[in-house]
Every structure is written in structure tokens, then in C-alpha cells.
């Protein structure tokens, strides 16, 4: 199985956004549950949003709700996190994972068997 691409990161001013992206070319991802967590430095990587196959059930941690959104476009077979509001804690790598058949959205990250590279976001002034 291939690798997940993440794009869309970069720095941005307190209070903006970004949109990061997670494609593959190797699988359908729609039949994945997809998460995206973040390692800052100094820190233990979190789970940030996860959503399911199938029905696209979500998950936000605490510290994103109402901020962030995550989703599917099927038809370009990526996942997208849609980041607004964005705070200088927000500043981590973020790395998007898959596992096949992940029915609930899980925010753990032993769960998953597929991994990215991960992607600088910086949310700075």
C-alpha cells in the first residue's frame, strides 16, 4: 500500500486559515478512515479530527471544535482539513494516517497502518 501525500501547509497569521489536503494514488479512500494528528516540538503527537469510512462519522479534539472541519471529496479521492481561526498553538506537524475499514472515527494513533510525511503548519505574527 502507498504512502498519503499531505499539502497545503505553510505559515499564517493568527486568526487565518488553511486548508490541508491528504491524497493517495495507491487506494480508494473512501474505504479508509482517515486521521490527522500533530507533534509539536517538545510535545506528544495528538489527535486533531479523524473521520470514519462508510458514514463519515467525525471526531475533533477539544482544542479544534468549532474551528476546524474535516471531510471526504471522493471524486478527488482526498481528505481535507479545513482550519480556520488558527492560533500560534496551533503550530505542529501535521501528519494524516488511513487504516482500511475504520468504521468509528478513532483518535488513536496505533490504529492506523498507513502514515504521511507529515506538513509544517505555522501559525505566527
Known amino acids: 500500500q502507498g504512502q498519503l501525500v499531505e499539502s497545503g501547509g505553510g505559515l499564517v497569521q493568527p486568526g487565518g486559515s488553511l486548508r490541508l489536503s491528504c491524497t493517495t494514488s495507491a487506494f480508494t479512500m473512501d474505504y479508509y478512515g482517515i486521521g490527522w494528528f500533530r507533534r509539536a516540538p517538545g510535545k506528544e503527537r495528538e489527535a486533531v479530527s479523524c473521520?470514519?469510512?462508510?458514514?463519515?462519522?467525525?471526531y475533533y479534539a477539544d482544542s479544534v471544535k468549532g474551528r476546524f472541519t474535516i471531510s471526504r471529496d471522493n471524486a478527488k479521492n482526498t481528505v481535507y482539513l479545513q482550519m480556520n481561526g488558527l492560533k500560534p498553538e496551533d503550530t505542529s506537524v501535521y501528519y494524516c494516517?488511513?487504516?482500511?475499514?475504520?468504521?468509528?472515527?478513532?483518535?488513536?494513533?496505533?490504529?492506523?497502518?498507513?502514515w504521511g510525511q507529515g506538513i509544517q503548519v505555522t501559525v505566527a505574527s
Open positions: 494516517a488511513a487504516k482500511q475499514w475504520l468504521s468509528l472515527p478513532t483518535p488513536s494513533a496505533w490504529a492506523y497502518d498507513i
Open positions: 473521520i470514519s469510512s462508510g458514514d463519515g462519522s467525525t
